[in-house]
């Protein structure tokens, strides 16, 4: 890791489920994850790992006809988005969009650059990119926050 960044291969999808165990397992309150890349990345199964690994048993689908999929696990409350949809970010006002980055909320955000100007600044900025067979997954920590995660992702073992 270099500054802010690092970068991971996930050869399947059940390494792409590790990595956002991975993260899960280090995040904290507050925390908001931007997922970048073009369709069928797995964004949608990163996002899996993290939910299942704090807790959700049942299915945990891509948001991408109700933009947003909430999540009550243990005090901590998970919001899962997705913009793909989405045609104009002032349409982010029309369902409350301050009200879900919060203390003690971690947002998951597929598509981020679509709702440009009504999000807040993302903590970690994931890019997923095609790799041979995998995937390569580089994580960008764009605040404090997000490097104080990076750093014990990096440094405590994996769960």
Same mark, same amino acid.
């Given at each position: 890791?270099t500054?802010?960044?690092?970068?991971?291969?996930?050869s399947?999808?059940?390494?792409?489920v590790?990595?956002?165990?991975?993260?899960?397992?280090?995040?904290?309150?507050?925390?908001v994850?931007?997922?970048? #890349?073009?369709?069928?990345?797995?964004?949608?199964?990163?996002?899996r #790992?993290?939910?299942?690994?704090?807790?959700?048993?049942?299915?945990v689908?891509?948001?991408?006809?109700? !933009?947003?999929?909430?999540?009550q696990?243990g005090?901590? &409350?998970v919001f899962?988005?997705? !913009?793909?949809r989405?045609?104009?970010?002032?349409?982010? @006002?029309?369902?409350?969009?301050r009200?879900?980055?919060g203390?003690?909320?971690?947002c998951?955000?597929?598509?981020? @650059?679509? #709702?440009? #100007?009504?999000?807040?600044?993302?903590?970690?900025?994931?890019?997923?990119? &095609?790799?041979?067979?995998?995937?390569?997954?580089?994580?960008?920590?764009?605040? @404090?926050?997000?490097?104080?995660?990076?750093?014990?992702?990096?440094?405590?073992?994996?769960?």
């Amino acid at each position: 890791m270099t500054g802010g960044l690092f970068t991971v291969t996930a050869s399947d999808e059940a390494a792409m489920v590790a990595l956002g165990a991975r993260l899960a397992a280090v995040c904290e309150p507050g925390l908001v994850v931007f997922l970048k #890349g073009d369709l069928g990345m797995g964004k949608t199964t990163f996002s899996r #790992g993290f939910i299942r690994y704090l807790g959700h048993a049942g299915a945990v689908k891509s948001p991408t006809y109700t !933009l947003v999929e909430p999540y009550q696990l243990g005090e901590l &409350q998970v919001f899962h988005f997705d !913009l793909y949809r989405l045609t104009d970010p002032e349409e982010l @006002e029309f369902i409350g969009i301050r009200d879900y980055f919060g203390d003690m909320s971690v947002c998951l955000v597929e598509w981020p @650059e679509r #709702g440009l #100007g009504a999000l807040p600044l993302g903590d970690l900025v994931i890019n997923i990119a &095609q790799q041979a067979a995998g995937r390569c997954l580089i994580f960008d920590a764009a605040t @404090e926050r997000g490097r104080r995660v990076l750093a014990r992702m990096l440094t405590e073992p994996a769960a």
